[in-house]
């Protein structure tokens, strides 16, 4: 973990709720796909945990939705703005396990550490494909980048104004021959997933948090391996160890 | 040159600088960001005889100001204290520590007590009696002068370190209970604790926090600590330790002009984790700036 400045280069409407910020600054605490930063805003107390979607050297990407005051703020800051932020927060996923074909599953803003997941999957020679989530056609974001990317990319909708209508279970129960499955979004939508694979897979969650880096057993789960900090020995968990 | 250094029941600080028990957990996370050694001494996290999950989640709730917490001393229990996070401690922390003891019984206090006593890191046992008393209702100890009394007296009873009764902030009546700790043996007494705080989520309409309630702190309830450290401290002849709220070297002095002789620092730490080495960096430019030269000569300076 580090603690440091950042300066905000690009702020922009993906779409009605969800933003892509780009921050540049240090980068080298971060070192695995599905980490978080935790963003101090002026005039709240508890910082505001956002994953990383991609990074270089210099810059961090994010993409976050306004769901309350904190993120609707972060939304009005323009580029030039500098932030203090503890970057290189959790465990992220881990691609030693991903087999040859690993299928990406992003639900709504589960959607981010999805893309440097499959651009450091590609990078270790790995044929991902990615199933990607949203509400509506309008709400839908990234799909391009990850078109770019070069790997297969589906597309579900809940009321079918894009790709397959309904859930991204239903596109994962016609794939075939997947290796082992990554995915992040809303906690239905993970239970759901490890219910319709028949492969083991990492899961990442989500949990209010005091501190975002150990510090406070705020953000605690019980897992079969024991008593887990989402923040620090998570938030990616695997399959077999969670207790629904 | 300033004197920073204090003096709790014969045990030297290098300064009055102590992170708050629940914020800090066994030190590794802050030894990784910063030499925890500048730290004057640290409370560990509220241990109890049996491992504890704690409370559902959420949590943690945001406040203005300041955070909600429910944790529900989450801890791995006294074995493992001793047998696991002690040892480890003692490879970043070369300075005794707080250690900061919880239970539901009497009896509970007094065998963590006994057993944490005898350890060699431990330079000040904390004794937490904020939590729910389970033979008696579940009214806290701390809400009471004579179960506060009675913890006091069995913990002083099966050990041989300094006895700090660390109080709840949510009483009628904060002097009766640190007198009577006082007069049951306590050697300090140490406040305040989290108040209890509510946040409803206007969204599901619900509480945010698991458990509906939990623990304020922050920011946000410095004057209400200053308030009870300044009553306490002058009620009784033993050391304060004041917290609750502190963020900055500023803060300090003003709990130690209440009354403190040393001062804890708890949910800042979360936000800020260099807050206490900020704060540990700034006091002696802060201490010239309002023409102190020993911190010695200002505990208490209120009142005079
Ligand atoms: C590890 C992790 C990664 C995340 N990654 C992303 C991401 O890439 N993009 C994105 O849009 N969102 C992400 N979130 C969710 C994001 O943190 C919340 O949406 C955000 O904190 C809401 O803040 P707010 O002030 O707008 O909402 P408010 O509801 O006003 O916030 C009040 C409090 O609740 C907390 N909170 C609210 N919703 C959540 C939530 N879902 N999870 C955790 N804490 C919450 C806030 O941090 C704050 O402390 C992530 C959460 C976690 C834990
Ligand atoms: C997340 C969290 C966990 C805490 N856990 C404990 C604990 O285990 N034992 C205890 O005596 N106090 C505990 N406290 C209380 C603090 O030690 C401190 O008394 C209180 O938070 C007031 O200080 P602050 O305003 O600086 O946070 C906890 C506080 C927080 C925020
Ligand atoms: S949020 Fe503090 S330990 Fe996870």
């Not at chain 1, 990074?55 to 323009?78: A, H, R």
């Not at chain 2, 033993?238 to 209440?258: F, H, N, Q, R, T």
Request: aromatic content about 8%.
């Amino acid at each position: 973990m580090k603690q440091s400045i950042y300066t905000i280069k690009i702020n922009q409407h993906l779409t009605d709720q969800v933003l892509k910020m780009v921050l540049a600054g240090d980068t080298s605490a971060i070192t695995a796909p599905g980490q978080f930063i935790n963003i101090k805003l002026d005039g709240f107390f508890l910082r505001r945990p956002i994953s990383v979607c991609d990074y270089d050297e210099k810059t961090i990407t994010i993409l976050y939705k306004i769901v309350g005051k904190g993120t609707e703020y972060l939304s009005t800051l323009p580029a030039g703005k500098t932030l203090d932020i503890l970057t290189g927060l959790g465990n992220g996923y881990d691609t030693a396990k991903s087999g040859q074909k690993p299928l990406l599953i992003g639900g709504g803003v589960g959607v981010p550490p999805m893309y440097r997941l499959a651009k450091d999957l590609l990078a270790e020679g790995k044929k991902p494909s990615v199933i990607l989530g949203f509400n509506t056609k309008e709400e839908a974001f990234y799909i391009e980048e990850f078109k770019a990317l070069g790997i297969p990319v589906h597309v579900a909708t809940a009321d079918g104004s894009l790709g397959t209508k309904g859930f991204v279970t239903d596109v994962v129960k016609t794939m075939e021959n997947y290796t082992y499955f990554y995915t992040c979004g809303p906690e239905p939508m993970l239970k759901a997933l490890s219910d319709v694979t028949v492969t083991s897979g990492q899961l990442s969650f989500e949990e209010r948090m005091g501190c975002g880096f150990g510090a406070c057993m705020g953000c605690s789960c019980e897992t079969k391996y024991g008593t887990k900090r989402i923040c620090k020995d998570g938030p990616v968990l695997e399959k077999e160890e969670i207790k629904w | 040159m300033v004197n920073t250094k204090v003096t709790l029941s014969g045990l030297t600080l290098d300064n009055p600088v102590i992170p708050a028990s629940g914020t800090f957990g066994y030190g590794y996370e802050f030894a990784e960001l910063y030499d925890i050694n500048i730290l004057g001494s640290f409370s560990f996290k509220g241990t109890t005889k049996e491992p504890r999950f704690g409370n559902p989640t959420p949590r943690i709730a945001e406040c203005p100001s300041g955070m909600i917490n429910s944790v529900g001393l989450q801890n791995p229990g006294i074995d493992k204290v001793i047998s696991e996070e002690l040892p480890k401690l003692r490879k970043c922390f070369h300075k005794p520590v707080i250690a900061n003891i919880s239970g539901f019984s009497v009896d509970e206090y007094a065998y963590c007590c006994e057993r944490i006593d005898k350890e060699e890191q431990v330079g000040i046992i904390e004794v937490n009696v904020s939590c729910p008393n389970v033979h008696h209702g579940g009214m806290s100890f701390g809400t009471s002068p004579e179960a506060a009394a009675e913890v006091t007296r069995a913990v002083k009873a099966v050990t041989t370190k300094p006895v700090y009764i660390k109080l709840s902030p949510n009483v009628t009546d904060i002097v009766s209970i640190a007198k009577a700790c006082e007069d049951a043996g306590a050697d300090g007494i140490s406040l305040i604790n989290t108040m209890m705080g509510m946040r409803i989520d206007l969204k599901t309409k619900r509480p945010v926090i698991a458990n509906k309630m939990g623990g304020f702190s922050g920011k946000a309830i410095f004057p209400i600590a200053v308030r009870m450290v300044y009553q306490v401290a002058e009620a009784v002849k033993v050391p304060v330790i004041g917290m609750g709220g502190v963020s900055s070297a500023e803060d300090v002095i003003e709990m130690m002009l209440a009354g403190a002789t040393a001062v804890q620092v708890g949910a800042a730490n979360l936000v800020e984790p260099f807050a206490c080495k900020n704060i540990i960096e700034d006091l002696p430019r802060v201490m010239e700036r309002y023409g102190i030269t020993d911190l010695n000569d200002i505990i208490g300076g209120a009142r005079k």
